[in-house]
């Protein structure tokens, strides 16, 4: 492969040049693209984090008609904006929405702030999450340099830098804001993304499609396919677990995890380290205070969170009584009150 330099001026000159008036046709209509309001590119920025976007629309309008602006968000009880985020992974976003919210509230008299620093100053936010609000709402020259834009600044330059280093995000980040058109950052930010999400994809890339063509030394050297270099994942780490269905009269046993570490606060089916037979799970209920009375179904199931890899049995069991430490939720409760992590839901398919 040719050494080319990640950060050559000449390639980002043509991005600048070339993006914005592709955009304008290839655009996709997306809920928070149809104004600038600071509080909701902000709240779309964090959901679409290591979230598909077409997981995020629903979530997004439901969230806003709950929360439309930072006050409501900053006063939110935390069982409601757990519910609302349900299904959506990595709470801890959330959470640092609401701290986020109520800084802008005290130190900000409820009005988001315009400069970079002072965005980039507020829980949960990135550099990368900076970069988007302030070039979308206030036209500022900061890029948004994510893994896709990443991907498209590799392939575009040839280059066989590992984009997971942070110099070499720095040095895109540097390349990009020497180029920012003075007018209009917000579009020349949104057709980066649009580029790298529609076109320059990972795999499928559709490079008959792309506006860089011409421009693009990885198309030219057929290297786009090896392109972005990224450092070695580790392997997860696989944890068995047990997973305990209690049902009493169609209502669900429940328990809330512990306030720090993984899931942290959020309701959970109870569960222990460990596989267990049914009869173990049997075991188990009598010790927790309950009566089993029959087992209903036993399943298998896998999470895998970043780091760790939950390989599940779960044990449906028939209780006499809604005994025990816990909260009993029937299905409308369930779905109406309770935030359930994903790792347990899927449990109840």
């Known amino acids: 492969m040719n050494e080319h330099s990640i950060s050559d001026p000449s390639v980002y000159s043509a991005l600048a040049a070339t993006l914005p008036s592709w955009y304008a046709g ?8 149809r104004d600038r309001d600071p509080y909701r590119v902000w709240i779309s920025e964090i959901m679409l984090q290591q979230t598909r976007v077409e997981a995020v629309r629903g979530y997004y309008v439901r969230f806003l008609e709950a929360l439309p602006d930072v006050r409501a968000l900053a006063e939110a009880d935390g069982e409601t904006l757990m519910k609302l985020w349900e299904g959506l992974g990595y709470y801890s976003r959330a959470r640092n929405l609401q701290k986020a919210a109520r800084v802008i509230l005290e130190k900000h008299g409820g009005v988001f702030p315009r400069e970079f620093e002072a965005i980039r100053a507020l829980p949960g936010v990135g550099e990368y999450t900076a970069g ?14 994510d893994g896709n834009v990443l991907r498209v600044c590799a392939r575009v330059t040839g280059s066989a830098d590992c984009v997971d280093l942070p110099k070499v995000k720095a040095a895109v980040r540097d390349a990009l804001a020497r180029v920012y058109p003075r007018r209009d950052c917000c579009t020349f930010t949104q057709a980066l993304m649009e580029l790298g999400a529609t076109v320059c994809t990972p795999r499928a890339m559709r490079c008959e499609l792309c506006p860089m063509r011409g421009n693009c030394r990885a198309f030219a050297e057929g290297t786009a396919a090896s392109l972005p270099v990224r450092a070695e994942k580790k392997a997860k780490r696989v944890q068995k677990r047990t997973v305990f269905l209690f049902y009493c009269a169609q209502a669900l046993a429940l328990e809330k995890r512990p306030e720090t ?39 298998e199931r896998v999470h895998i969170f970043t780091h760790i890899r939950w390989e599940m049995t779960g044990h449906a069991i028939a209780c006499a009584f809604p005994g025990g430490d816990f909260v009993w939720a029937d299905r409308e409760t369930l779905k109406g009150q309770y935030a359930l992590p994903t790792a347990f839901r899927v449990f109840l398919d």
Do not use: H, Y
């Open 261 to 299: 570490g993984l899931l942290a606060g959020l309701w959970q089916l109870p569960n222990e380290e460990g596989t267990l037979s049914m009869d173990d799970a049997f075991a188990r209920a009598e010790a927790l205070g309950l009566r089993p009375l029959r087992p209903l179904w036993t399943k």
């Open 132 to 145: 988007a609000i302030g070039s979308i709402c206030f036209g500022l020259p900061t890029p948004a340099v």
């Open 26 to 33: 290839a655009a996709r209509d997306l809920p928070w693209r």
